[in-house]
């Protein structure tokens, strides 16, 4: 399968929904002066436009249709095998000063990286269709959404933006005429797909982002990490909002009381199921909705909440582990309109991967397009291989995803993935201890970014790969929201993941971690006991609701609530590397929240 293809010549009445305003005219001309396309596309969003697109994609072969009648209406992409998951290390933030991007963020000055871009982007578009997808992100009457421009030379970029943005006229329509307003600027290119030639740049003081080199979608659907998360999170501070790496649900109790709440969790580490959680059967009458899987836009309400809107309209998450088991509202979701990338297919035109309902096929063509049975040493599906499909699949969709002021957020969840050290769940002393929480957020690292799997690494509130300037501001922006809160949302840390010391999983996981929500929407009722301990509040025993919980014995959840002094003195140490790198960047309120939690440590 091949990502770069030759230009397409659409029929008259497609990709000629030519932008209005100027300022959006003069940079495509720009763009396209220095890429040298054969023609432009400019996309409305339409169905017939997609239709199009769809059909030119699997002619050229960059998608294979599915099946219709195993999944309806849906694609595979198989992506270069040299280009699967964000690259974390290209990533860079160019802000005019080294200090800005901070010591987390990989720096480059921005004169010298445009020059160095447009060097790249000299004539890359030489025969092939420019495409100019206009999108924003957010509901449409919301005063936090954001429009974007992306230009791209790949139909697949086009394709996943229309499942994941509100794309075309609706963004149009927002922008208006006025050619002052804000408004983000994309640039993509394939290139070769050569990871030599691989740089996703941000240029925060330009609302600019530039990607060369990769089609993989954490780097190439500009509209995502790169706009809503490390743009966003620059534009968020300077307008005194919350762009935030957070899934956000609702629960609602069998009495009709309502509760939203918003939880960062590094990537692949559960968002997508914690935001369509399925609560076990003796859990009658309790519901959960989801808003967003993945990010969070944040702004103090008039009553001085905090209210979320999901900026996306389409969910990117891990195909491989998503069953019906795992995950029955994803695998409902994905059953139709969905485009798949990097996982294997049957011989009937279906998709499987590993982790999948029954059993695996005698046959399938793998990830990189190659013959494989139960007997091959590869995976049939890349470990990051990825599902892109509509938020509206969803059968457990929140009413309330399109309300432009959002939905008002009970509690604030952060987690990691954690053998050790991290309780189940506690409950911070109050905002500021919580952001101290947050920022000492640590994970074992994924597929999802290239690099090393399974090495613990410090990833504060699930920021790290993700803030788009100086993270000890960003802790201060957090510290400075929280003073102008009148009812700030209490704050979590939950932790699925920890392990017995023969290695196996201690807490279930997946719908049961509803025991572990209903604690935490008692605390923010106001009911619900405590017990207080070094590190916060932790559930007594008694507290969770442990009723019909299946094969956890007692000592596995003393063993889920237990403090162990010589691991939290481990992890206080630990926590040096952060401060070191931070150095005069972190916060004196996080310093002495270290401290503090030191001496209660003793
Ligand atoms: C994602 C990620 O794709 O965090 O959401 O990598
Ligand atoms: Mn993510």
Redesign the pocket.
């Given at each position: 399968m091949t990502d770069i293809a030759p230009a397409i010549s659409p029929p008259i009445g497609i990709g000629d929904a030519k932008s209005t305003n100027q300022s959006v005219l003069d940079w495509v001309q720009e763009v396209a002066r220095l890429c040298g396309p054969e023609n432009i596309f400019w996309c409305d969003g339409s169905e017939k436009e997609n239709e199009y697109l769809r059909g030119e994609a699997v002619r050229q072969n960059i998608l294979i249709k599915l099946n219709e009648e195993k999944v309806p209406g849906s694609y595979l992409h198989r992506s270069n095998p040299n280009d699967v998951a964000?690259v974390e290390q290209f990533t860079l933030i160019c802000t005019p000063t080294k200090e800005e991007a901070g010591p987390t963020n990989n720096w480059a000055a921005p004169d010298e990286t445009y020059t160095k871009l447009h060097r790249m982007l000299k004539g890359a578009m030489r025969g092939r269709t420019m495409f100019v997808i206009p999108y924003i992100m957010g509901p449409p009457d919301s005063p936090l959404t954001k429009v974007g421009f992306e230009i791209t030379d790949s139909i697949y970029v086009v394709l996943s933006m229309r499942i994941m943005t509100r794309m075309g006229v609706v963004a149009t329509k927002r922008l208006g005429n006025d050619a002052s307003a804000e408004w983000n600027r994309g640039v993509h290119s394939l290139l070769d797909v050569n990871p030599e030639r691989r740089w996703i740049c941000h240029f925060p003081q330009d609302n600019t982002i530039i990607s060369v080199g990769s089609g993989y979608?954490?780097n190439v659907l500009l509209s995502?990490?790169c706009l809503a998360l490390r743009i966003g999170s620059y534009l968020a501070r300077k307008q005194g909002w919350l762009a935030e790496?957070m899934l956000i649900l609702g629960v609602q109790s069998p009495e009709g009381r309502k509760h939203y709440v918003a939880a960062a969790f590094?990537?692949?580490c559960g968002k997508t199921n914690f935001a369509m959680l399925i609560p076990p059967k003796h859990f009658k009458g309790w519901k959960v909705t989801t808003i967003g899987d993945?990010i969070a836009w944040m702004q103090i309400g008039g009553d001085g909440r905090l209210y979320a809107v999901n900026p996306e309209n389409g969910y990117?998450g891990v195909v491989p582990g998503t069953s019906y088991k795992s995950n029955p509202n994803a695998m409902k979701s994905i059953e139709h309109d969905t485009l798949y990338t990097n996982v294997a297919m049957t011989n009937d035109g279906d998709v499987w991967w590993e982790g999948k309902d029954g059993p695996p096929p005698t046959h399938a063509i793998d990830w990189k397009g190659n013959d494989w049975t139960p007997d091959s040493k590869e995976k049939a599906a890349h470990p990051n291989s990825r599902f892109a499909t509509p938020m509206r699949n969803n059968p457990v969709l929140d009413p309330d995803v399109e309300k432009g002021d959002g939905v008002p957020i009970s509690a604030i969840i952060f987690g990691g993935r954690r053998s050790d050290t991290m309780p189940l769940v506690f409950q911070a002393f109050d905002w500021e201890h919580g952001v101290y929480v947050g920022a000492m957020m640590a994970s074992e690292t994924t597929a999802?970014?290239t690099g090393a799997v399974g090495q613990v690494r410090r990833d504060p509130m699930a920021m790290l790969p993700f803030c788009g300037y100086n993270m000890g501001e960003y802790f201060r922006h957090w510290l400075r929201t929280g003073a102008r809160l009148k009812n700030p949302p209490l704050i979590f840390h939950v932790n699925w993941f920890r392990k017995s010391a023969d290695g196996k999983f201690l807490w279930p996981g997946f719908g049961d971690n509803m025991r572990v929500l209903k604690w935490i929407i008692d605390r923010a009722e106001g009911r619900g006991g405590a017990q207080k301990s070094p590190i916060g509040f932790l559930p007594r025993r008694e507290g969770l609701d442990l009723d019909e919980l299946e094969n956890v014995s007692n000592a596995a959840i003393e063993e889920l609530l237990a403090v162990q002094p010589n691991e939290w003195k481990k992890e206080l140490a630990n926590q040096e590397s952060l401060f070191e790198k931070l150095g005069g960047d972190m916060p004196e309120e996080l310093i002495a929240q270290r401290a503090k939690l030191a001496q209660r440590l003793g």
């Open positions: 964000r979608g954490g995502k990490k790496h590094p990537s692949a993945d990117f999802a970014a």
